[in-house]
């Protein structure tokens, strides 16, 4: 999830199509690495480069996609945030900054109360008022105004009209009861933030020359066509959140459109295929917490002052924390389920602290299902494996995240036998809904009440049932979706962003070329690449945010307790006792864990786990290449070998990500040492656009944990 782009813009997935590549003339990627994890897009990239463009990488190591770039940018691991503000400061310190775009773009001349910090609600000058209106202070009038466009406010424009607000003063508006509150700007908030952040001071986090900083801050501000991708790592970290907002900033006041997370296409129309009644959708990265108890492996791990200095928050208030966001509501969570049924989820391998999670889940389940296309080191530990057909034997369309204009069509070849018992999925849960409908039926169980949803009918709140006895009618929409082919033909007759290709048309080529709307805050164009929020730059609609702008300033209780009401920068948490940062990015060997223990894959590297250490790391603890190392601390050890890679900062440990646990001796995988942690941030719900959902959930931290290494 990227949370920064969320706080932001209410949407985690922004920015272009791969293909805007190619037009831009400067492209900065951080935190990403294309070559190895966009195989099928990145020629744009190096075409955009022939072409005249300046790319830049953003990676503590000199990772395949900086050996191309023109300049390589080698920043400590999870020191991001502190690059990010440095940004801001060079943009606003030199006067890089495009003032009518902010003014209108972004809430940055929202008011905000000197006494409490909080922004400036219609509520406080008028009792009992709305607190979803916010005001500017208006030059043309000399007096404070309320912008339209926020959640509350009747007119839902970013049009200004005649108001002209200002960015920066400070003034006194007269509250309900009569007193005077004093008021300034969010942008003279983010302003004197980004004060204390000069490159000259942020050195000595990130290890980046000012003068590299500057340059970046300055070239990226006057080019013609930028764009800044950041990937997947950075919200691995605890203060990845900070890092995407502070890059948003960034870019909101450079006047260049918004940090590219890769956008989402819309593909409205499926809503008849999922469950007419409300589901059990629940949080993942809390989820995952309470159920590998890992409140456990975290205040181990994070225990000492350390910790609290640098996140503004103890260890145990932390957990306490998680559990006031469940007990809130902020997230969902239905509790620990007794019965698991995992589709294509390596849970045992892709959770941290994959040891002490394991031994939690399984203590607390009692049936354990897994339906798959391989004994992976999660089916191998179910009590039944359901074998699925794989996705060269089923019908299916593939195309929920939006890094190009085509959902692939899975086509089984014609007359192709299943191999062994394995079915596809469709008719997996199609039997096991059939199997349920008949045993309820036998039994005399009709339908059962929810114990915790309700439906409100005229003035009674009635239970949700569940219709056992019609479920397999209800799963197939009453016979009409028997097979997986027949939901591909449903999906093309039903979704307005499949129209007009026809089943047989699509078949013959493998994919779907997405129509105009597939675009979910701009269209997407036949002959153009696509970029988010032309609604809101050229038809002023407003973000699906608060203040319905791009919004900077946030005055949840919770972030104003940790001074984070406005984009700033947080030290690592790795915690000092162990002296490596341990990392794990994208494999280029497989897909997660899929293919990962493909001897034709492990033929291209050391054909076992492998740990990159820094040359002057080896040689401080005598290890060679090839030798047999154990990589531990407090929280668990594993043992792979080292290979010595010069690409890597002293300081740092990297491995690539989803080795199978059963390629380690004792099954202790490689996510084995990484704590359990949550970023504090991540856990606020309950306000404006911050609320649990699709947009609005928090993260894994696999890239938070300190190690050591010896020779085993
Ligand atoms: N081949 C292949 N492709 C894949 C996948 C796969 O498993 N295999 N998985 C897919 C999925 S689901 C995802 S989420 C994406 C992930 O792919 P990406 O978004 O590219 O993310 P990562 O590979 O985790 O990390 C990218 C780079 O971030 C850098 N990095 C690490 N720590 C830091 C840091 O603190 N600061 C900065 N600035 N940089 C840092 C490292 O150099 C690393 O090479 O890949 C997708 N594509
Ligand atoms: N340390 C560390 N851990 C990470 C990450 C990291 O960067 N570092 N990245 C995280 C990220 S971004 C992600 S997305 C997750 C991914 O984590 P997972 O989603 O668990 O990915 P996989 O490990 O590939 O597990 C998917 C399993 O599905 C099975 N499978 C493949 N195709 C099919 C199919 O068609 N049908 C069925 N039923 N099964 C199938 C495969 O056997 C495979 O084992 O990992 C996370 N874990
Ligand atoms: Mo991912």
Avoid at 121 to 135: E, I, T
Avoid at 385 to 404: K, N, Q
Wanted: proline residues 6%; aromatic residues 10%.
């Amino acid at each position: 999830m990227f949370t920064g782009a969320s706080l932001a813009y209410g949407i985690p997935n922004v920015g272009t199509s791969l293909d805007a590549w190619f037009e831009m003339d400067y492209i900065v990627l951080w935190g990403f690495n294309p070559n190895v994890t966009r195989i099928p897009d990145a020629h744009y990239l190096w075409e955009a480069k022939w072409r005249g463009a300046k790319v830049v990488v953003i990676a503590p190591d000199y990772n395949p996609t900086a050996i191309h770039a023109d300049l390589w940018i080698p920043i400590r691991p999870g020191t991001d945030s502190f690059l990010a503000l440095s940004l801001v400061h060079v943009v606003l310190e030199e006067n890089l900054y495009q003032e009518e775009f902010i003014r209108e773009q972004t809430d940055l001349p929202f008011l905000v109360r000197e006494d409490d910090g909080r922004l400036l609600r219609l509520a406080d000058l008028r009792k009992g008022s709305r607190d979803d209106v916010f005001f500017c202070w208006d030059e043309a009038s000399g007096k404070h105004a309320a912008l339209p466009g926020s959640q509350g406010h009747f007119r839902k424009t970013l049009r200004l009209g005649t108001l002209r607000p200002a960015l920066t003063g400070r003034w006194q508006v007269t509250g309900h009861d009569g007193r005077a509150i004093p008021v300034t700007t969010a942008f003279e908030r983010v302003r004197a933030e980004a004060a204390k952040f000069a490159p000259e001071r942020t050195q000595a986090h990130t290890g980046i020359h000012p003068e590299v900083v500057r340059r970046l801050a300055r070239e990226y501000a006057a080019a013609h066509d930028p764009g800044l991708t950041i990937g997947f790592s950075l919200h691995k970290y605890a203060w990845g959140i900070l890092a995407c907002w502070g890059q948003a900033l960034f870019c909101a006041l450079t006047g260049h459109d918004v940090v590219d997370t890769e956008h989402q296409w819309s593909l409205g129309g499926i809503g008849p295929l999922s469950s007419p009644k409300p589901a059990r959708f629940g949080s993942g990265f809390l989820g995952e917490w309470f159920a590998g108890k890992m409140w456990e492996t975290f205040l181990r791990h994070y225990a000492g002052k350390a910790f609290a200095e640098r996140s503004g928050i103890a260890p145990e208030e932390l957990v306490r924390l998680a559990e006031h966001a469940r007990e809130e509501k902020w997230f969902a969570h239905h509790g620990e389920p007794k019965v698991r049924l995992l589709f294509a989820d390596n849970t045992f391998r892709r959770n941290k602290s994959s040891v002490h999670y394991r031994k939690a889940v399984l203590d607390a389940t009692e049936l354990l299902v897994n339906a798959n296309v391989r004994m992976d080191s999660s089916a191998e530990l179910a009590d039944y494996v359901l074998p699925a057909a794989s996705h060269y034997e089923t019908w299916d369309i593939r195309g929920e995240v939006g890094y190009h204009r085509f959902a692939n069509l899975a086509v089984p070849a014609p007359g192709l036998a299943p191999v062994g018992e394995a079915k596809t999925e469709w008719e997996i849960c199609r039997l096991l809904a059939e199997h349920i409908a008949a045993a309820a039926k036998r039994r005399g169980i009709d339908r059962v009440a929810d114990p915790e949803f309700t439906v409100t009918r005229g003035e009674a709140k009635e239970p949700v049932t569940r219709d056992l006895d019609t479920l397999a009618d209800d799963f197939t929409l009453q016979g009409k979706l028997a097979t997986d082919k027949d939901v591909v033909q449903w999906l093309l007759d039903n979704v307005p962003a499949f129209r007009p290709w026809k089943l047989t048309d699509a078949a013959e080529r493998g994919f779907i070329v997405l129509g105009s709307e597939a675009g979910l805050t701009s269209p997407l164009y036949a002959d153009r690449p696509y970029r988010s929020f032309e609604e809101q730059f050229y038809l002023k609609r407003p973000y699906p945010t608060l203040s319905g702008r791009q919004q900077f300033y946030v005055d949840h209780a919770l972030y104003l307790r940790l001074g984070c009401a406005c984009p700033t920068a947080r030290a690592p948490l790795h915690p000092p006792k162990f002296p490596l940062a341990f990392y794990s990015p994208h494999t280029r060997w497989g897909i997660h864990s899929t293919w990962r223990t493909s001897k034709l894959m492990l033929r291209m590297q050391r054909g076992v786990p492998h740990v990159n250490l820094s040359r002057a790391d080896a040689a401080r603890r005598g290890i060679r290449d090839g030798d047999r190392v154990r990589v531990f601390n407090d929280v668990g050890a594993f043992y792979a070998r080292a290979k010595i890679l010069p690409a890597l900062q002293p300081g740092t440990l990297m491995m690539d990500h989803a080795w199978e646990p059963h390629q380690f001796a004792g099954r202790a995988g490689m996510d084995t040492p990484v704590a359990g942690l949550l970023s504090p941030l991540e856990l606020a719900g309950g306000w404006g656009h911050l609320r649990f959902g699709a947009e609005w959930d928090g993260n894994q931290l696999a890239n938070e944990s300190a190690v050591d290494v010896e020779r085993a």
